[in-house]
């Protein structure tokens, strides 16, 4: 069964203190892997996709790197407007949905 | 910036009642998607839906759901008879060729 997993499932880090997510997964013949943030009582906001090992994406302060095996979700110095819900997602096995992991919430305290 | 929209934001329902849930997918985005998120879960995939046909669907889309697109602009998601355990945000997603989805602002469906 394909898998996405997420750690840790919360975190506080304070204003300037960078850290990192991570997603693992066991989907064979990955086809992306995706970054997305989502806010209490919001859809996801796609953030960023992912195909190969080796690859980087960047968007602000966040950076996306992958592995074969997974992928960190790196965040430097981070402010409070960072605080939210980071969700990983890969498509199933055979299928273009998505897979969602349980999300690693980020709390970022002034 | 275009983005996917949906209505309504909130719909609250007695058991059994029919709920029809409306999106706008992305203009120009060629697959559409509905997923589901009960409080403090996963996001779960529902349905997909390519070239006026589902092209996909899970073990939670049973008889009781049912999706159109009835015209060029508008994707529906339709309940037919809410049980209590379908409440949940639902998101309605939409894609152009490449992977990247790119959801909605959900409805809460609340059924009572």
């Known amino acids: 069964e394909d898998q996405v997993t997420q750690s840790p499932e919360a975190l506080r880090l304070q204003e300037g203190e960078s850290s990192s997510l991570n997603c693992s997964y066991t989907?064979?013949?990955?086809?992306?892997l995706f970054w997305y943030r989502q806010d209490p009582g919001k859809g996801p906001e796609f953030l960023f996709t992912?195909?190969?090992a080796g690859e980087e994406k960047e968007k602000e302060r966040l950076k996306a790197t992958l592995t074969k095996k997974e992928s960190f979700l790196h965040i430097t110095a981070p402010k409070p407007e960072d605080s939210a819900t980071y969700l990983c997602?890969?498509?199933?096995?055979?299928?273009?949905?998505?897979?969602f992991g349980s999300g690693t919430r980020l709390q970022v305290q002034p | 910036e275009p983005e996917v929209t949906q209505t309504p934001s909130h719909q609250v329902t007695q058991m059994g009642q029919e709920v029809i849930l409306r999106c706008v997918p992305i203009?120009?985005?060629?697959?559409f998607y509905w997923y589901r998120q009960i409080l403090g879960q996963k996001v779960e995939f529902l349905v997909s839906?390519?070239?006026?046909?589902?092209?996909?669907k899970s073990e939670i889309f049973d008889d009781q759901f049912s999706v159109e697109r009835p015209d060029g602009s508008n994707f529906t998601l339709k309940i037919r008879s809410t049980k209590l355990e379908d409440s949940a945000m639902y998101f309605c997603?939409?894609?152009?060729?490449?992977?990247?989805?790119?959801f909605g602002p959900g409805t809460r469906l609340l059924v009572l």
């Open positions: 997603a939409s894609r152009p060729g490449d992977q990247s989805q790119y």
């Open positions: 989907v064979s013949g990955l086809r992306g």
């Open positions: 992912l195909y190969s």
């Open positions: 997602a890969g498509p199933d096995t055979g299928r273009r949905a998505l897979t």
């Open positions: 203009s120009n985005h060629l697959y």
């Open positions: 839906f390519y070239n006026n046909e589902i092209s996909e």
